[in-house]
């Protein structure tokens, strides 16, 4: 990690509290489209903003994360969603990442994050994309606190209490799967 002014660590700080507004407005919405295309946002300022505080790790996971955003709210790749070969490319990638850049602990918790986002993202919808991201923020958390990011570690725990809240009421909030007739 290199060291930053602290004027320049307020403005990378700042990148991140945007990033992170934008997260949080994303994982409030019950469409799914909403929900991908907010994360698509967030995931551009968010590699910005880790790439800036040091981590070569985060700020290419995040860059993963737009594309797999990008591929999986685009309503024209329905078809090709539902093929193996997509998530097993990005789980590919996202291991591959680590084996690169990972050398804590902290940093294979963001890489178990983008493997179980791989899967996820292409194969979960409603209630069990936001259990799958619940569990994802939680283990990005670790990365957030090892690299003392403060707009990370905020970001990660409204997330965790907001997808939570969301989790709970499930057959009233929309999220719960419906019965095919």
């Known amino acids: 990690m290199f060291e930053l002014s602290h004027q320049s660590l307020l403005w990378v700080q700042a990148l991140g509290f945007v990033s992170m507004a934008v997260g949080w407005w994303a994982n409030a919405q019950k469409n799914d489209q909403h929900l991908l295309s907010g994360n698509l946002v967030a995931s551009g300022l968010t590699a910005m903003h880790l790439g800036l505080l040091g981590s070569n790790l985060g700020l290419f996971n995040q860059l993963l994360n737009m594309v797999r955003f990008a591929i999986c709210r685009s309503r024209t790749t329905r078809a090709k969603r539902s093929s193996i ?8 990638l996202a291991f591959l990442q680590g084996l690169l850049w990972a050398n ?4 294979w918790c963001a890489v178990a994050s983008a493997v179980l986002m791989s899967f996820a993202l292409f194969y979960a919808k409603g209630a069990q994309l936001r259990i799958a991201m619940l569990i994802s923020n939680l283990l990005n958390l670790a990365l957030s606190i090892y690299l003392m ?3 990370g570690i905020a970001y990660q725990v ?3 209490l907001i ?3 969301a989790l709970l009421p499930l057959k009233s909030s929309g999220y719960a799967e419906k019965p095919a007739a």
């Not at 997509?86 to 590919?92: E, I, N």
Request: charged share 5%; aromatic share 24%.
């Open 85 to 92: 070969y997509l998530p097993l490319v990005f789980a590919s």
């Open 158 to 160: 409204v997330t965790i």
């Open 163 to 165: 997808l939570s809240y």
């Open 104 to 107: 804590h602990w902290a940093e």
């Open 149 to 151: 990011s403060w707009s």
